[in-house]
């Protein structure tokens, strides 16, 4: 599967923003999805993650009651909805799939996107 995100931005503290990841082909209903984050200087860290039939999600501690993973199956999309931001959230953030299951780590995704850049000023 192909994926591409988008949907990143300048945003003030305390504002809101909602990534989206669009996937190409068929099988998407086929596999869990993630949301990952990098900033500079620092590793890629699990943000939130989602079950093929988005019944179970998982999120980061640091994000937990603020941000809000989605998704359409018939729209092929992931959604990251993220309210309440800081400065700490300014990252790169990544889509991910994963025919394993909603892991944490970057190894158990098969796929990624390309990045959406966010920041969040103070």
């Known amino acids: 599967v192909q994926l591409q995100a988008s949907g990143g931005g300048l945003v003030q503290a305390g504002g809101s923003l909602r990534l989206s990841c669009a996937a190409s082909?068929?099988?998407?209903?086929?596999?869990?999805m993630g949301w990952f984050r990098q900033a500079p200087g620092k590793e890629r860290e699990f943000v939130a993650a989602i079950s093929w039939s988005g019944g179970r999600t998982n999120y980061a501690d640091s994000v937990k009651g603020r941000f809000t993973i989605s998704r359409d199956n018939a729209k092929n999309t992931v959604y990251l909805q993220m309210n309440s931001l800081k400065p700490e959230d300014t990252a790169v953030y990544y889509c991910?799939?994963?025919?394993?299951?909603?892991?944490?780590?970057?190894?158990?995704?098969?796929?990624w996107g390309q990045g959406t850049q966010v920041t969040v000023s103070s």
């Open positions: 991910a799939a994963s025919l394993r299951g909603m892991g944490v780590v970057r190894t158990q995704y098969d796929s």
């Open positions: 082909g068929r099988t998407f209903s086929s596999y869990s």
